[in-house]
Nanobody, 114 residues
Framework: QVQLVESGGGVVQAGGSLRLSCAVSGSISRFGIMDWYRQAPGKQRELVAAINRGGSTNYADSVKGRFTISRDNAKNTVYLQMSSLKAEDTAVYYC????????WGQGTQVTVSS
């Protein structure tokens, strides 16, 4: 069984920064991909950023240059550093882990006030 525990969400003013963390535990593989998705009200869930064990990253165009995903393999933890936040970044952010199966965190709310 795989568990993902997210932390770090909250309310921030536009232009501010937040860092999300997600600790993954259980029957996981070191080769798993860890990523962050988000879902705004009335919109579909979308990929924000992904990182593999080797450190290769992928970002949504809307966050490139503002968000940074990183990973601590020793701690099985993935981070999302968010800077220059905009009102349109407001969403529930979900941590996701995948290898042979897919697992989701409970989500953490990020609200950016303009």
């Amino acid at each position: 069984q795989v568990q993902l525990v997210e932390s770090g969400g909250g309310v921030v003013q536009a232009g501010g920064s937040l860092r999300l963390s997600c600790a993954v535990s259980g029957s996981i593989s070191r080769f798993g991909i860890m990523d962050w998705y988000r879902q705004a009200p009335g919109k579909q869930r979308e990929l924000v950023a992904a990182i593999n064990r080797g450190g290769s990253t992928n970002y949504a165009d809307s966050v490139k240059g503002r968000f940074t995903i990183s990973r601590d393999n020793a701690k099985n933890t993935v981070y999302l550093q968010m800077s220059s936040l905009k009102a349109e970044d407001t969403a529930v952010y979900y941590c996701h882990y995948s290898y042979t199966s897919s697992h989701w965190g409970q989500g953490t709310q990020v609200t950016v006030s303009s």
